[in-house]
């Protein structure tokens, strides 16, 4: 009974708490690409150089509240420069719909090119982040570590396995909670929002309605930059902010948005999980877990090694596209 | 102007450019940017065969580019035989329990339907994934601890490298073909993600398979297609040349070796080019344009559409790998860790459009200008940044974090080249001739 508590815990430390926290930073970031697909009808490849953006103004905004001597108290001081990053994302958004994407989409430009464009804007966003921050990594997490400590748990329950609940993983599950359910709130509810579904699913009849489309894009860019910065500034702290990783964080992200269908916001949070408990479960090495159950392997029973998760997210993303096109919850086929 | 003028004229200007950069800063360094102008040409020339030809978005170049370099070490490494002793039988039957694992899941997919069909599929892949990794695991553990320091991996074939430039065309082709088997028939946006996410997974592999590329730690030491500096140093019609030119030998001999792999490189870049114009100007290359520009008309008439968008991009993938084989031998080492996908993908891409897509002369010239560009935007923006922030004084600290940045003037310019080209010259420097104007907005529009 004892061995298999402790398997538990074992799994619940390594593979579920990860992919939880993981998973909502993934949703996070797919629901900003699903939006912006839905209403804006291109895939945004700048989408993990806008989350970077986001998350360095965060950081910078942090460290001057550091240096001045002003903290959260236990919470990590980024979550009070949040606000700040959001809005630098925002403001960078909005300048950039009004300066690149207006004027393909006034002259209904194909898809494609729109694409392209996104390309472009990745590269100038990708240099802004690199001329103000560099390329290395960056750890800007502060305040309490820990919840619960594994020796804490181990004390507690008398196991052998610890459980180690970080904070910035119950941070990133509570704040992705209230983001989503928020958004959920104003998508369903608000005049706003339901302008931006009916413009999702059929712009002609949404303008015909009345429907100001310059304002339904703004809101759009506006809800996405804030997701993108929360994602990102979650990540970074759950983990490490480094421009690159935050771009390569695009191929999870696009995977997640389209298992779960493209332009549906629940199947973006439903995919991000997905795909990040894929990536989890299978880059873990399961040999302790298989010891506590009497076996005795030879190897790290991992199933694949940690540099093969964009296998993952990619073999999803093929999987989903041949079997089901329009994803889990039915979303628009590209 | 004319087209011909046109085309005239703008070669003229890059080749101008080259010239300033040889007699203002170096000849060393101009014939280094031609040699790498060269491959770049040809990367843009495979791109342009996919996208121009046919409007396919692959934004996968830096994976198809790093198979090119695998194919250099495969070729011309020498054998390591003692891994091949320890490893070699495991590694074999592990291919053979691969093909083994293919051709059962093809038989099962054939005597089965439905839902039976979707988890014998499953079953039959996941039994042959541990069958794989039985004999895989010992395998590579025994080659990847065999004289780990110098060695730890097979080695290649020892033949000479340059047939590792048609190898690489094989081995990118090869993989073209299953990549296009499964994505090709997405619309435009989904096939890009696909191949984005393709090509993080070659990398993944080169730097990960320790067998059969050392992963990081780097194959160094390729051999070479042309002289070695040393060796021409000792050779007797070397010294007299040099004496007869009055050039320092040390110096001339870099010189010679450059302008060595430069010759080279431009053959197989006017073979290339002369291939892919006839086949732009032939039967086939019309169907193409005719495929792009309107799908379903094209499919109407009785084209293959599906077959035709296999072979382009087995072709133009096939033509990015002989660069990266190319590339590879001039670096002289396989670091898998370089490969980037803002400098092997996208900056492809921006030579494409820049260049003119449609036209191989425009994307030629657009390899050559862009990757001219490149190089010279880090000395231009530390010159530039050192002249604006002179007044911040010597001790500034925001003036040494300026001047450090420097270097990603780089991705900021391109973007913004990028953009301003796709806005207000989506044609490029040299549009496509021929009939219909193909704007990339009017070849896509046809997709959607």
Known sequence: MTDFLNAIVLFANFVFLPGVAYGAQ???????????????????FAHGDLMAFGTMITILVTWWLQSMGIGFGPLPTALLALPIGILGAIALSLGTDRMIFRFYRVKRSATIVIVMASVGVMFIYNGIVRMIIGPNDQRFADGERFLITVREFRDLTGLDEGLAVRLPVVITVVVAAI???ALFL????????????????NEDLALLS?????????????IAASLATIAGVLYGLDKSFRPFVYFQLLLPIFAAAIVGGIGQPIGAVAGGFIVAFS?????????????????EPDGLMQLLSTEYKFAISFVILVLVLLIRPTGIFKGRVL | MSQRMRIVVLYGIMAALLLVVGVFQSWNLAITIINLCLISAIMALGVNIQWGYAGIFNVGIMGFAALGGLAAVVVSMPPVMGAWEVGGAGIGMAFLMLVGTVAAVYFVRRHTTGNTRFWATIATSIVGYFVIRYFYDPAVDAIESFDAARTGYLGGLGLPIIFSWIVGGVFAAAAAWLIGKIALGLRADYLAIATLGISEIIIAILKNEEWLTRGVKNVSGL???????????????????????????VIFSTLYVRLSYAILFAIVLIIIMWLAERALNSPWGRMMRAIRDNRDAAEAMGKDVKGRHLQVFILGSAVVGVAGAMLTT????????????LRFTFLIWVMVIVGGSGNNWGAVLGGFLIWF????????????????????????????????????????????????????????????????????????????
């Open chain 2, 373 to 448: 560009l490149w190089v010279e935007a880090e000395p231009v923006g530390a010159w530039l940044m050192n002249q604006l922030t002179m007044p911040l004084g010597p001790g500034s600290g925001l003036r040494a974090h300026l001047l450090d940045a420097a270097p990603y003037m780089r991705p900021l310019l391109m973007g913004v080249i990028l953009l301003l080209v796709l806005r207000f010259a989506p044609k490029g420097l040299i549009p496509e001739s021929g009939g219909s104007p193909p704007t990339a907005a009017k070849k896509a529009a046809v997709e959607t």
């Open chain 2, 223 to 249: 051999p070479r297609p042309v002289a070695y500096e040393s060796g021409l140093q000792q050779a007797d019609w070397f010294l007299n040349l040099s004496a007869w030119l009055g050039a320092n030998p």
């Open chain 1, 210 to 222: 009345g429907i100001n489309p310059d304002r339904v894009v703004a809101v759009t860019w506006i």
């Open chain 2, 330 to 341: 001039l670096d002289g080492q396989l670091t898998p860790g370089q490969y980037n996908p």
């Open chain 1, 26 to 44: 993934l949703a996070l970031g797919a629901l900003g690409v699903t939006l912006v697909f839905g209403i804006l009808r291109f895939a945004n």
């Open chain 1, 186 to 201: 104003f998508l369903q509810r608000s005049r706003t929002g339901k302008a931006m579904r009916a413009y999702s699913d």
């Open chain 1, 179 to 181: 983001v989503v359910t």
């Open chain 1, 279 to 295: 990536e989890v479960m299978l880059t873990y090495a399961y040999r302790r877990f298989f010891e506590y159950f009497g076996f």
